[in-house]
């Protein structure tokens, strides 16, 4: 009976996770456009609507990064929980003049804005903000 118990509790924190990944798989899913830095050595930079950088993230774990209507670089992406509370890593795989590159970001998705957390809370490093084009699909 224990080990019955032990089996479902684990099946069933398997299948949460599983689902909090889906979830937020669904909601950065789609188009985002760059609007704001916020922090480090600058203390703000608004960027207009249409600005042409944009970040594009597909159901099929695809993303492209758009610079003036042209894609900068692409690759694969993946999005998992962090272990704090509405906060995701979002984990990026590309290849950028000939080198194979990754890099990890700490981001918020929350009220139509995908939002890159620094590395660390001080220096250098602003927060960039990017808002959805479009509807949510």
């Not at 224990?2 to 069933?12: E, P, W």
């Not at 798989?25 to 760059?34: K, R, V, Y």
């Not at 602003?126 to 808002?131: A, D, G, K, L, S």
Request: charged letters at 20%; glycine letters at 10%.
């Amino acid at each position: 009976m224990k080990t019955l118990m032990i089996t479902i509790l684990a099946g069933l924190v398997i299948s949460s996770c599983s689902k909090n990944n889906r979830e937020a798989n669904e909601l950065i899913t789609g188009q985002w456009e760059h609007r704001k830095d916020e922090g480090g050595f600058v203390p703000l930079i608004q960027y207009p609507p249409g600005n042409g950088n944009i970040q594009v993230f597909g159901s099929n774990k695809e993303f492209k990064v758009m610079r003036a209507g042209a894609v900068a670089y692409s690759g694969n992406y993946e999005l998992r929980e962090s272990g704090v509370t509405g906060k995701w890593l979002l984990k990026l795989n590309y290849t950028l003049n000939g080198q194979q590159q990754s890099g990890t970001d700490t981001v918020i998705i929350a009220n139509n804005q995908l939002i890159h957390l620094p590395d660390s809370p001080c220096c250098d490093m602003p927060t960039r903000f990017y808002e959805r084009l479009g509807e949510q699909p």
